[in-house]
C-alpha cells in the first residue's frame, strides 16, 4: 500500500517526509520535484516568508543513483528561517520567558488544538497546523505524479475563482500558459482582476479565498471500487482535498450544480465505437459509483480566506480570559494559487495509490506488465 506521513514545524529545523510503497526501478528527476516546490511557493498574493525559503528537497533514503528500490522515501526540506527561530523553538534546555502565544486566531486551529492537547503556548498547536507543512505534500505529489507518468496519466491544477473574480468558463484555455501565470489562472483577462482584487484586499489588511480546479487525465477506468465506502475513489479523492488547510468545500464533475438539475440533464449518456465505450459529456467528472470511468476526473475544491488577518478579529487570551485582538503571524493575502498546487499533488498521491491497489507489484515492470494486460482485457470486452 502507498502511504505518506510529514513531520516537522514551520520554524523548525526542517520539514521531513516518508513515502512508502512505491515500486523499484522508477527514476526520480529531483529537478522536477524541486520545479514543484518553486511553484507553490510562487504565486502574487504570498507573503514575506516565501521570500525567505528557497525550497529544496533532500532525498535520504529510498532512492539510489537516481532509481528507487522499494524502501521507504525519505524527503527532507531545510527551513532556512529555522536560524532566527533557534531560541522560540528548541527541542532541549529552558523556555525563555515573555514568548508564549495566547491569543488564538478565529479560523485556525490555534484553540481547539490547545483544548485538545492542553498547551497554553499557541505555538505548539500554529507550528504544526500551519501550511508550511504542504511543502512536503507537494514533494512526495511530484514523486507520484512521475510515476504517473509512466503510464501517460497527467494531472493539471489552476484557480478559476478569487473571491468574486471568476474564469471565464465559454472559454477554451491553453494551461500551458499556467507556467507565466502568477496566480496559476488559464484567464488572462480574468487574472489581471484578481491581482487588483489582491492588491485591495492586502491595503485593508484582509484576506481572500477561491476556488482551484484538478484534472487528472488519461485515467482507465476502474481505479476504485464500489464494494466498500472506504474503497470509493471519490470519497478518497474528497477527504485528500479536504486535509489541505483551508479547504473548506470539494466538488466533482458538476457537483452542487447537478442537485438542481433533473437527471436527464445530468448523467453522461453512454456510446460504443471501434471497440470502446464513450461519452459526449463528463458531467461526472471521470467517476461513477466510487470507481474511475475512463473519462478525466475534475475535482474542484473552495479554499477559505487565510486566518491570519493584519486587522485582527476579536479574540479571548486563554491565559487571562481577557478580550484582546487574534494573534498576527507572517501570512500571505491570498494563497489560493499555492493551495491549487497542494491539489496537485494530493490528486497525484490518491490516484497513485489506487494504480498501485489496481495493478500492484514490487517493481515498476511488474505493474506495467500488469496494466499492459488489463487494457488488452478491456479491449477485449
Partial sequence: ???????????????????????????????????????????????????????????????????????????????????NWQEKMSCQGEKPSNIAVTA?????ADLAGALKYDRHDIRDILERSSARETAERVAIGAICEQFLQQFDIEITSYVVEIGDITVDKGQSFDIKALKKS??????????????????KTHQLGDSLGGIFEVSVQNVPPGL???????????????????????????????????ARRPGSLVHDEIFYQKGHFYRRTNRA??????????????????????????????????????????????????????????????ASFITAQAFLEQFGGSTLKDIQNSYRHYCQRLENF
Avoid: Y
Avoid at 488564538?104 to 485556525?108: A, L, V, Y
Avoid at 470539494?250 to 457537483?255: M, N, T
Avoid at 487565510?306 to 494573534?327: N, R, W
Fill in 1 to 83: 500500500m502507498l502511504r505518506f506521513i510529514t513531520a516537522g514545524e514551520s520554524h523548525g529545523p526542517c520539514l521531513t517526509a516518508i513515502l512508502e510503497g512505491l515500486p523499484a526501478g522508477l527514476k526520480i528527476d529531483s529537478a522536477a520535484v524541486n520545479e514543484k516546490l518553486r511553484q507553490r511557493q510562487g504565486g502574487f498574493g504570498r507573503g514575506m516568508r516565501m521570500k525567505i525559503e528557497q525550497d529544496h528537497a533532500e532525498f535520504l533514503s529510498g532512492i539510489r543513483f537516481g532509481e528507487t528500490t522499494g524502501a521507504p522515501i525519505t524527503v527532507q526540506i531545510r527551513n532556512r528561517d529555522w536560524e
Fill in 104 to 108: 488564538p486566531r478565529p479560523g485556525h
Fill in 182 to 199: 502568477e496566480l496559476n489562472c488559464p484567464d488572462p483577462i480574468a487574472e489581471k482582476k484578481m491581482r487588483t482584487l489582491i492588491e
Fill in 224 to 258: 476504485g471500487s464500489h464494494t466498500q465506502w472506504d474503497l470509493r475513489l471519490d470519497g478518497r479523492l474528497a477527504q485528500a482535498m479536504l486535509s489541505i488547510q483551508a479547504i473548506k468545500g470539494v466538488e466533482i464533475g458538476d457537483g452542487f450544480a447537478a
Fill in 285 to 346: 467528472g471521470g467517476l461513477e459509483g466510487g470507481m474511475s470511468n475512463g473519462a478525466p476526473i475534475i475535482i474542484r475544491c473552495a479554499m477559505k480566506p487565510i486566518p491570519t488577518l493584519m486587522q485582527p478579529l476579536h479574540s479571548i487570551d486563554i491565559l487571562s480570559k481577557k478580550e484582546i485582538s487574534a494573534c498576527r503571524e507572517r501570512s500571505d493575502v491570498c494563497a489560493v494559487p499555492a493551495a491549487s498546487h497542494v491539489g496537485r499533488a494530493m
